[in-house]
């Protein structure tokens, strides 16, 4: 019966808002030009100044809609906190987004400038420009807005503007405590993050966390991400000659850095993608249980492939959702010499490879960073974490200098954590789909520090398109996912929570 008028409630609030396409139509077309001027203020997560002038807007904006906002000091750049007045006897859901983006380079994007957002409207495989002026009538859902960050991550957070002020104007209550962190480094690994949420504790105590980032499912249905996976990185360099070398003098003589690299590598993996390194994949056990329910994802393997341009995948899983639930190995960078135009022949002084490693709840990055390097040794090379002086370079055959970054852990939910199943209620209730319920994704958010020290649950709700083209040039926006947002939000934030036992 709690439930039955749980979603009686819901169904009174939103009905409005469904029932007046126009309003939502408005609304939409408000969050557009919101959007733009937002995307208009760079946000490198390199550049200082461009965090403090992205912090300037989201207070103003924030401000505007009721909300007390603070900027928190970290060790790095600092986050933005935003929360309506608490109310005691009410629970409190915690929001996380990140408004920093991926660095750009203009020269490989299909516009002059990609923080200057531009209307393009789908002919066949190609864009074509529109003017804005065009959407003073009515709106295209197919069209989008390119540029940096639409999609990730300040297209949710303009959804999540706009559908509090859809609430505001329907007269709405919101029926829990809000409040709102945003992340100004999470493109370079939200370092400071785990320190700050000890620090600010007592501020960030909430009953669940929601995060909006990341794409829906490739189906385009209403998608909840159970976790994500965590992320480390390795960078790996051989050494041959002192400097380059004539490859006719030296060719048969002095040792190629290239091959030491690419044997050491091939070492690594099987023909078929899977990791060789000794322990790599214990403690990951795909039950029958958990198989179900990754077989319920409605991936279609013939449009991933053909998406990819591949024509078989690795064989790391039975399927694609079964891949994501293991620690990955992965190349992300490799180069020696020079190639192409500049071509020379030399045999090349060092070689490079840049790794990265995802990892799940099983398993621990630093224990996989030390499996990967006791391998390398096994291989027979000397590790050092500098260059080789002379002397190194003559006591030891084979040398490689290994740098790491920290590690960002994994997080998982459980399938059947009660929020969950909140989150998917009012979500299939606004939409009328079957919720694609992803058990951990691909990618990294950097929340596994709220979930261990708030010791609260964390569920993804994504917001945009999955061809947003994300960190990529051409990153984009598809119209009709900012009207998916703001329904979703409005939905989220117009129901009341279970009550927990």
Not at 100 to 111: A, I, K, L, R
Request: glycine content about 6%.
């Amino acid at each position: 019966m709690r439930k039955y008028l749980v979603f009686l409630f819901f169904g009174i609030a939103f009905s409005g808002l469904t029932q007046d396409a126009s309003q939502l139509k408005s609304q939409v077309r408000h969050s557009i030009d919101e959007l733009r001027e937002f995307v208009a203020i760079p946000n490198d997560a390199l550049e200082h100044a461009d965090i403090n002038r992205n912090i300037s807007w989201l207070t103003k904006k924030f401000n505007e809609r009721g909300f007390n906002t603070s900027v928190l000091p970290t060790e790095g750049e600092p986050l933005f906190f935003a929360a309506l007045p608490m109310e005691d006897e009410k629970p409190v859901v915690l929001f996380y987004m990140h408004f920093d983006g991926q660095s750009v380079d203009p020269s490989q994007w299909d516009q002059s400038d990609p923080y200057k957002v531009v209307l393009k409207s789908p002919e066949g495989d190609q864009w074509k420009e529109q003017s804005f002026e065009d959407l003073s009538e009515d709106i295209d859902y197919e069209w989008r807005l390119f540029g940096r960050s639409t999609s990730d991550d300040k297209g949710p957070i303009v959804m999540f503007l706009n559908a509090f002020d859809l609430l505001q104007k329907n007269n709405i209550d919101i029926p829990f405590n809000i409040k709102v962190i945003l992340d100004g480094e999470e493109e370079k690994g939200s370092k400071p993050l785990p320190d700050a949420v000890k620090q600010y504790r007592e501020l960030l105590e909430a009953d669940f966390l929601l995060i909006n980032d990341s794409p829906v499912h490739t189906s385009s249905k209403p998608t909840i991400v159970y976790g994500c996976r965590g992320n480390t990185t390795m960078s790996i360099t051989t050494y041959g000659p002192v400097k380059p070398q004539h490859s006719g003098h030296y060719g048969n003589y002095a040792p190629n850095p290239g091959f030491q690299l690419a044997q050491l590598l091939a070492s690594m993996k099987d023909r078929d993608g899977r990791v060789l390194i000794e322990g790599y994949y214990d403690g990951i056990n795909i039950d029958d249980a958990t198989s179900s329910i990754l077989k319920s994802v409605p991936d279609d393997a013939k449009t991933i492939n053909a998406n990819l341009g591949i024509k078989t995948p690795e064989k790391v899983g039975a399927n694609y959702q079964e891949s994501i639930q293991y620690p990955s190995l992965n190349i992300r960078g490799l180069g020696s010499g020079w190639i192409g135009h500049k071509a020379r022949t030399i045999i090349p002084a060092t070689a490079t490879a840049e790794l990265d490693l995802r990892l799940v709840p099983e398993t621990d990055g630093t224990r996989l960073k030390k499996l990967v390097k006791d391998h390398i040794r096994s291989q027979g090379f000397y590790i050092t974490d500098t260059d080789p002086s002379r002397e190194m370079r003559m006591q030891h055959d084979r040398i490689v200098k290994i740098t790491e970054r920290g590690v960002t852990d994994a997080f998982r939910t459980s399938l059947t954590n009660p929020y969950g199943n909140f989150v998917s209620d009012v979500l299939q209730t606004a939409f009328k789909e079957e919720v694609v319920k992803i058990r951990i994704a691909g990618g990294t958010v950097p929340i596994a520090s709220f979930v261990n020290e708030l010791n609260i649950p964390a569920l993804l709700v994504p917001m945009v398109n999955p061809d947003n083209n994300q960190h990529s040039p051409n990153e984009n926006l598809k119209i009709g996912q900012i009207a998916y947002g703001i329904k979703a939000f409005y939905a989220l934030l117009s129901t009341p929570l279970p009550k927990m036992e």
